[in-house]
């Protein structure tokens, strides 16, 4: 009887301190990920107008109040995405580094259009971003399909701001 209750705690015990890893690898990756959204949020809302509202925008530029809801599920899913692959036996460091360097053009794009107003300068950071977000598509889905997957939406997204910005430099 003692050892069988020995494994049921060890068991107890791992479970727990399993569940405590997951839960705050998912609040660091959250915390991470979403700081990237902050920062950004932060500096549209500072250096934005006047100077946005005075450029020619493309038809296809979709109205302001819907950036904020697509950018919260899109850092959800991106969060989503480094979590279920930091939780994969197959993982490896590098792709979580990638995954960082990716948060940090994906906050110099907000710095670069919104604050210093260089739509040419922030194309440039939008085709690195998506050659980022490509890279991680590939190796995600060498360990986690689910991962891969969550980032299409953000792929997809990205792309279009990048049609957006290619517009926005053309028509200005």
């Known amino acids: ?42 500096l549209t809302i500072s250096f934005k107008e006047p100077w946005y509202s005075q450029l020619v925008k493309p038809n296809l530029n979709p109205p302001d109040w819907i950036f904020a809801p697509v950018s919260t599920t899109l850092y959800l899913m991106m969060t989503l ?8 036996k197959n993982k490896d460091i590098n792709t979580i580094y990638i995954y960082f360097i990716h948060i940090v053009f994906n906050t110099t794009w907000s710095i670069v259009f919104f604050a210093m107003h260089q739509i040419f300068l922030a194309l440039i950071v939008l085709l690195i971003l998506i050659c980022l977000i490509i890279i991680l598509i590939i190796r995600f889905k060498r360990v986690n399909i689910v991962s ?6 953000y792929l997809l997204w990205t792309t ?13």
């Open 160 to 172: 279009f701001a990048l049609f957006l910005n290619l517009n926005l430099l053309i028509l200005n």
């Open 1 to 42: 009887s003692y050892p069988n209750s020995f494994f049921i705690h060890f068991i107890v015990m791992y479970n727990t301190y399993m569940l405590k890893n997951k839960f705050l690898s998912f609040v660091l990756f959250f915390f991470i990920t979403y700081s990237a959204s902050f920062i950004g949020g932060m």
């Open 148 to 153: 891969s997957y969550l980032m299409i939406t």
């Open 81 to 88: 995405a480094i979590w279920f692959f930091w939780h994969s």
